[in-house]
């Protein structure tokens, strides 16, 4: 993989920040997009735009040909059976929202249980917490394990006969632990339950089939993976969405529509009422083009090699928290002693170096955690050695400047 | 190595407030509490304060967060402390303004220390941590109005 042809292909990076030559370690957050993309909107915008789906005129029928043509290149890149399992969103929480208010509402009962863990993000929390309020189901959480991870004994102990929905993280934006969402899939099956994940870190870094993975539904966000804000996939099994109410009513969505009664269109399009999200789309199927021409598999060698050298100085750093499992996807969340984390980042930002810090969307994991914020590095194919080495440099001066204060 | 755009965000001052917090703490039951969360980060702060006669007689403050938070809780309390009330709400209103920018007059009003927090106003992620214990005194004083 040669990453100075790929960096150049992300102008954004290639600036200075505060005086510094700007690191981007916050693609965990979003990602930055490459040139393919946003010519891909641009070129939309400027030659094909148009609503779809309505199309008599030639630019309707280009707009509809390029937005389902987007949905093919997220089928085949996610290995799902046909396109009318590829529902497009707004993004993972969208998503995720969709099977929380259309199939929970529908199949659960007071006596039924949600099983979550810990680690969640509030996107995979709160729809549950909502989706069990209104149908007095119950909500419980799965164990994490001292090291961040999930032990697949206590998924056996936690998911029973009464659990309906679990819903778990593929990949934790805090902990970088990979969830073993196959076998936790195998077990909700035997109980009849269905299982979701929350594909947010998954998919960006790694090749995903939801038909190996034997999930049911697996939702993602197209902005984590070089591609545009506001669009995202929605993937579930056939029969479970032929099932399932749309949430949203209107426009596109619809099969016929009476003067008190209305059918719906046949999957997916019964569940994207309104215009939907054509440049986003779009753009959407730009970044797989561009992330296959690269090949999911050398990314995924890139972090491990860029995580496994960063983890090696984190580690003999003097002075450091770092949080989470050995074994880690491509970021590391950690505290600098006596420096609160927002006080890292701003050091950090003011030597060009971007990383996040705060709760990251996950409160009950900082609670487990036992703090109130940490900082993030999380790295992406575009991200070098050179980064890593700048990050603990700027780590040094971050002791250096708040040691010289106290 | 240069630190000079840092140090208009950490000034001596602040990080003596943020080292040696001033009236932290609680008050006794019957004062007034506020609790204020910064949703960015998940910091709290907890702001005590005692009403009297329309005059902040005590106020003290808890919580975890960053340098910049803490040492403005820390020099909130110092600088209410025996205000009026209204007085109070000036000196958030001023600080506000400090914060986007704004030059501050008001000779009756004296800020003290917190004139060291103008550099905030550079830092826009951080306003948000400066303003917060203001924030929770303002909600607090209103409530007892």
Not at chain 2, 120 to 144: D, H, N
């Amino acid at each position: 993989m040669n990453v100075k042809a790929i960096r150049e292909q992300f102008p954004i990076l290639n600036q200075e920040i505060n005086g510094h030559p700007l690191v981007y370690l916050d693609s965990s957050a979003t990602s930055q997009k490459p040139l393919s993309v946003i010519k891909a909107v641009e070129d939309y915008y400027k030659q094909d735009n148009s609503n779809v789906h309505r199309g008599v005129h030639t630019l309707g029928t280009r707009a509809t040909d390029k937005y389902e043509g987007a949905r093919d290149k997220v089928r085949k890149f996610i290995n799902a059976e046909s396109t009318q399992q590829v529902i497009f969103t707004r993004g993972t929480t969208t998503s995720i929202n969709t099977v929380a208010y259309s199939y929970a509402r529908a199949n659960l009962a007071e006596g039924d249980e949600i099983v979550i863990t810990p680690m969640e993000h509030h996107s995979n929390i709160i729809p549950w917490q909502q989706a069990a309020k209104a149908t007095g189901a119950t909500l419980k959480y799965l164990p994490l394990r001292p090291d961040g991870t999930i032990d697949i004994e206590d998924a056996k102990n936690t998911i029973t006969d009464k659990t309906k929905i679990v819903a778990t993280m593929h990949v934790s934006n805090v902990l970088g632990t990979i969830n073993p969402v196959k076998e936790i899939a195998r077990i909700a099956h035997e109980h009849h339950a269905v299982m979701l994940v929350d594909g947010a870190q998954g998919v960006p870094h790694m090749q995903v089939d939801v038909q190996d993975l034997d999930c049911d539904f697996y939702a993602f966000s197209g902005h984590k993976m070089c591609g545009p804000t506001g669009i995202g996939v929605l993937y579930g099994k056939k029969e479970l969405l032929e099932d399932m109410e749309p949430v949203e009513f209107g426009g596109e969505m619809i099969d016929f529509v009476n003067l008190y009664d209305s059918t719906w269109k046949e999957l997916p399009w019964k569940f994207e009422g309104g215009t939907p999200i054509i440049a986003g789309a779009i753009g959407l199927g730009a970044a797989i083009d561009f992330l296959q021409e690269v090949g999911m598999d050398n990314i995924h060698a890139h972090e491990e090699k860029l995580i496994d050298y960063a983890m090696k100085q984190m580690r003999s750093f003097d002075g450091i928290s770092i949080y989470g499992p050995e074994k880690r996807a491509a970021l590391v969340t950690f505290n600098l002693d006596d420096v609160h984390p927002h006080d890292t980042a701003t050091v950090l930002d003011s030597e060009g170096i971007a990383v996040r810090a705060g709760h990251h969307c996950a409160q009950p994991l900082m609670k487990w955690l036992e703090v109130t914020a940490t900082a993030r590095a999380s790295f992406y194919l575009y991200n070098t050695p050179e980064d890593v080495d700048r990050l603990m440099e700027g780590l040094k001066k971050t002791k250096e400047y708040f040691g010289d204060v106290f | 190595m240069s630190f000079d755009n840092l140090d208009t965000l950490y000034r001596q001052v602040i990080m003596d407030h943020y080292k040696n917090p001033r009236n932290r703490g609680t008050l006794a039951d019957d004062a007034l509490t506020i609790d204020m969360n910064n949703p960015t980060c998940g910091d709290r702060i907890q702001v005590h304060l005692q009403v009297d006669d329309g005059i902040v007689q005590d106020a003290k403050f808890e919580g975890e967060g960053c340098s910049i938070s803490l040492s403005s809780a820390s020099m909130m309390t110092q600088a209410i402390k025996g205000k009026a009330v209204d007085d109070a709400l000036k000196m958030s209103k001023m600080f506000s303004g400090m914060m986007l920018g704004e030059e501050m007059e008001n000779e009756d009003l004296d800020l003290g220390d917190i004139e060291a927090l103008q550099g905030v106003s550079k830092f826009p992620a951080r306003i948000k941590c400066a303003t917060l214990a203001w924030k929770a005194m303002e909600k607090g004083v209103g409530e007892e109005q």
